[in-house]
């Protein structure tokens, strides 16, 4: 199985190489190229779904990197492989789709495909990783993978602008998603997720325990658009059409439903789970409902209807007890099957006319007879019409709610029942729209002027979804052996879930035929008016005052430079320093009595006459720096510190380590002589006529005493506590054995940390030429040259002059 798994995991990462390369010679046909990678790895999975009738956990490790502890782990159970066969089944009909879908209009072929493959590939890794930093690294993959195809089409700005905004809210809460696992790992001592699954923390803080719970929340709702995260999806509906249908209907954006399900028997039984999970989870399904209906836009009113049921999932999982759930499979696979369908038939639409604005659509079911049956399927089924798997997915979404609001303790229990009412009233009043809109009526100028008749192959795939969607709502148990072959203990409970084509006539019965009929009258309404009055209001684009503070950001960040004056040191230093003297001195005169320092200690320990007159010519030319007038006198003075305290290495038998300061004192000596050359006279002189006034002289020599005394204070009381120092005896025993040298320092640097140093040294030279960039482009304005030493030191917040 490992194997296997590997091969079905990490194939798509081939795709990299393979299809830009093919693309340059097959063109759009790389397409069928590019089928091969999902087709392999889906049957893979396929077979492992079907090598048993039920599933523990299976562990699949192998090391990767030993010293941190982290491990190629991945994690199958019925979870795992739920996802993993929604990500490569879907993988296969989108990427068949594409094929069919991406003409010669678009350009690089091979690339998009590629992009497609990185996603399925990092989706794969998320849903299977069983290490926690594992999981993180693909979740974050994901998200890059999806900023590429989002902006494929980057030429267009509502492509560059939904990118964008996707990977700042997807990339932002990765982040506290990332603090979230690793608090998690660190309070229960265990990085395995397959461990914490079967052994929850419980002797932990709750208030840690609690912190990783809600990182991890923030995480799964800013993934899977949830409020006040919601405004993300909408925008990135300006990718393609298959990534639309892939990335934001069927797989990514269920990965923040995915992740609350992994980590609900870790963190069910906090008092916080329910609460958060529900108000957040239906406030974002009914919110998402509404700006739904007063969208017009195809692709806006698919992706708020995503979102509104991925607001219902999450709030699904709020619901659930400490023994576990039932029906969350079911209401996702029908989510997959319809959502994934008009997704592909509103591409082909706009394929076909060259619009998706609902207002220049119409009758389209006469010249598209087979697709105007495919969106009546899956329309009713988003709807839950009776005969449609949406049908029963919603009476079971009543049934929950009902038994949820019935166990309560006050009216609060009633909150996702009404707000379940209403988005499913809303629902069905777009689905109606969305398909009468597209394929009632009579033909629309724009239809007449572009219809093009889209080809068989094209509709194929969401002619398969569509038959889903009838299938299963008439033979439900096939959907409960699915469900019971893949529960998954501790998140469902035991035995099969009860799923019936007919339950009598129920309350739930009576409620679902209630919203079917509210739902119509709204239509009516609506279409009585031709949505007029249908236009989402100001306070509700939070997309606009998102991207309004993005594009502000920069503004206020020069703002907040002139304020700090980034550009004039002597006047922020100062500052910085006293607070340094504040901080650092109050904390050693509060805590002096936990500094033993001066009970054993005397001045002649250590004392050497030749150390101490070495030391005295450091002062020497430490007040010559402050004192000598002339730039170049000041650092020769400085110079002459670094070469004295060289000496005074080589008084304690450190002759290599003296070869290497020498070393670094005459190239810094160079450089800076290098840089005061570029320097003109001006400059000098403007520093001798100071302008600061005897009180600013007082304040600055203040605070230069009070750091070099907190500094010096520091250095001593470390060097005086008795630490046991097992890294520097452990690395003084294995120079001469395992580094084959005499000298620990160079043995440590080029050997023991060798990786280390070779970083240091790239990030010098990065630098260095980043440094020289800049001075070669870089001329003082008549101001600066002005002001001399006072004036900018080189580089001004009004941003970089050219050389004129």
Known sequence: MGTALLIAIFLPFAALVILPLAGRVLGPRVGWLALVFPVISAGIIINLALGTESFGQQTVAYTWVPVLGVELSFLVDGLSLFYGLVVSVMGVLITFYAANYLDGHYEFHGRFYAYLMLFMAAMLGTVFANHLVLLFIFWELTGISSFLLIGFLHGEKKSRYGARMALLVTGITGLVLMAGLLLLGIVAGEFSMAALLTAPPTDVPVGLLGGAFLLVAIGSFGKSAQFPFHFWLPNAMAAPTP?????????????????????????????????????????????????????????????????????????????????????????????????????????????????????????????????????????????????????????????????????????????????????????????????????????????????????????????????????????????????????????????????????????????????????????????????????????????????????????????????????????????????????????FAYHWERFEVFDDFSFQEGFHYLRSFVVLLILLAVIGVVALPRWTTQLLSISIVGFLVTFYFVLFRAPDLAMTQILVESATLLLVLLLLSRFPRSAELGERRSPFSPLRKAVNLIVAVGIGGCVGLFSFLTSRQKVDDFAGLWFLERTVPDAKGTNAVNTILVDFRGLDTLFEIAVLVIAVLGAIGLLMRYRRSRQEYAEGALGASGFSVKGVRRRQ
């Open 243 to 587: 990534v639309s249908a892939y990335l934001h209907s069927a797989t990514m954006v269920k990965l923040g439903v995915f992740m609350v399900a992994r980590v609900y028997p870790i963190f069910v039984d906090l008092e916080w789970w329910t609460p958060l999970l529900v108000a957040i989870g239906f406030l974002t399904m009914a919110l998402a409902a509404v700006l739904a209906i007063l969208s017009h836009d195809l692709k806006a009113i698919l992706a708020y209807s995503t979102v509104s049921q991925l607001g219902f999932l999450i709030g699904f999982y709020g619901m659930g007890g400490l023994g576990g759930t039932h029906y969350d499979l079911l209401h996702v696979v029908n989510h997959v099957f319809f959502k994934g369908c008009l997704f592909m038939v509103v591409g082909i639409v706009d394929h076909a006319t060259h619009t998706r604005d609902l207002r220049q659509l119409g009758g389209l079911g006469r010249r598209m007879p087979l697709l105007a049956v495919i969106a009546l399927l899956s329309a009713a089924s988003m709807a839950g019409l009776p005969g449609t798997l949406g049908f029963l997915s919603k009476e079971y979404m009543l049934k929950d709610a009902f038994y949820f609001a019935e166990a309560g303790a006050d009216w609060r229990a009633w909150y996702p029942l009404a707000l379940i009412v209403l988005a499913s009233v809303l629902k069905v009043a777009f689905s109606i729209r969305l398909f009468w809109g597209i394929f009632g009526g009579a033909a629309s100028p724009a239809v007449k002027e572009h219809f093009h008749h889209p080809g068989l192959l094209i509709q194929l795939p969401p002619l398969l979804l569509a038959a889903c969607c009838l299938v299963f709502g008439f033979a439900p148990g096939a959907i409960a052996a699915f469900s019971e072959t893949l529960a998954v203990g501790g998140l469902h409970l035991p035995g099969a879930p009860e799923i019936k084509l007919w339950h009598g006539v129920t309350r739930e019965l009576i409620t679902s035929m209630a919203i079917v009929a509210a739902g119509a009258v709204i239509f009516a309404l609506g279409a009585a008016t031709a949505w007029r009055w249908a236009r989402i209001p100001l306070p509700l684009q939070f997309d606009t005052g998102f991207e309004a503070g993005v594009e502000r950001l920069p503004k206020a960040a020069l703002n907040l430079s002139r304020f700090l004056r980034d550009n004039k040191p002597l006047d922020y230093i100062p500052v910085i320093g006293l607070f340094l003297v504040v901080f650092l001195g109050g904390y």
